[in-house]
């Protein structure tokens, strides 16, 4: 044993990962220590351990049960904690015979021996198939775990409707329904990514598109911009002829050289600097707004 106290860390940190780099396939039921899998506990198992740490005899075919100190990680720590529960003090952990691992972790058992297989649950069994965004889990009698996906409709075609993590989300498509600044452009680009500048204390430009004391929509639509005063923000039913359109498209330069206004004056693509761009879905928002006609 005096050899295994004088390994240095970084070695044994780099063998913590030796038993378990098999992919992993199912979970089977297994007896901890049985590292061999030859359904006796004994010292042949911790040689098994210490062949596949050291002798390049791995990966364990059921990390699980060579995982002796059961702290998640398999390394030398496990052969010298069955060689204490062989020969010392050592208490060995559950499941002592056949069962499931008592404490969650990232180890597995897609194999397990002869004596010791997984009885698949009753078909109609309850069970959790790991999937938060399943309801209703049943075994199916042959070992699998089935349940129903939630249902997130909304009944709004104009939603992407998804499960996330168990939670719902329904998602707006771009250019579906009839746009509104308020319901739409307002919250899901104005208010998110341009009154960061545009608003109280700094109005970025001297343009306020904050909506508290504020009329926004007024401030854009049918009003010439400062930077290219031949374009208006907004042109109902004309993104290209929009200032506020090329300007987070990135086409602004172009369309104010096509209008007779200085380039120079055109400034860079918003939102600026470390705030741009904004998604291909905000900037066809806005677009398909403009040319529905820019409501309200």
């Known amino acids: 044993m005096k050899f295994f106290c004088t390994k240095s860390v970084t070695l044994l940190a780099l063998l913590s990962f030796v038993l378990i780099a098999s992919p992993i396939s199912a979970q089977e039921d297994f007896t901890r220590n049985d590292c061999n899998l030859d359904s006796l506990v004994n010292i042949a198992d911790a040689v098994s351990a210490l062949a596949i740490l050291f ?4 990966p ?17 720590a496990d052969p010298v904690a069955l060689l204490t529960i062989l020969f010392g003090s050592g208490v060995p952990l559950e499941p002592l015979l056949c069962g499931q691992d ?6 597995d058992c897609p194999q397990t021996s002869t004596d010791c297989q997984s009885t698949p649950c009753p078909a109609g069994t309850p069970c959790d198939d790991g999937d938060p965004c399943t309801t209703n889990d049943v075994c199916d009698g042959a070992g699998g775990c089935f349940g129903v996906p939630i249902n997130c409709d909304d009944s709004d075609p104009c939603t992407d409707d998804v499960c996330n993590a168990g ?19 307002y919250p899901l680009v104005i208010e ?10 700094s109005n970025f430009g001297n ?10 929509y007024g401030t854009l639509v049918n009003q010439p ?9 907004v042109t109902p039913g004309d993104s290209s002829a929009s200032w506020l359109f090329r300007k987070i498209e990135g086409t602004h330069v172009a369309a104010a050289q096509a209008a007779g206004c200085s380039t120079a004056a055109a400034g860079a693509q918003m939102p600026i600097g470390g705030f741009c761009c904004l998604t291909a879905d905000q900037i066809q928002l806005v677009k398909d707004w403009i040319d529905q006609g820019a409501e309200p």
């Open 207 to 216: 343009l306020n598109l904050s909506n508290v004391g504020n009329d926004s």
């Open 225 to 233: 911009s400062a930077e290219c005063s031949a374009l208006d923000f």
């Open 55 to 58: 002798s390049g005899s791995g």
């Open 167 to 185: 939670i719902c989300e329904n998602i707006p498509i771009a250019g579906c329904g009839t746009i509104s600044y308020s319901q739409d452009v």
């Open 102 to 107: 008592p404490t969650p972790d990232g180890l």
């Open 192 to 201: 998110s990514d341009c009154t960061v500048c545009h608003a109280p204390p």
């Open 60 to 76: 364990a075919a059921c990390p699980d049960a060579c995982d002796s100190n059961d702290d998640g990680s398999l390394d030398i």
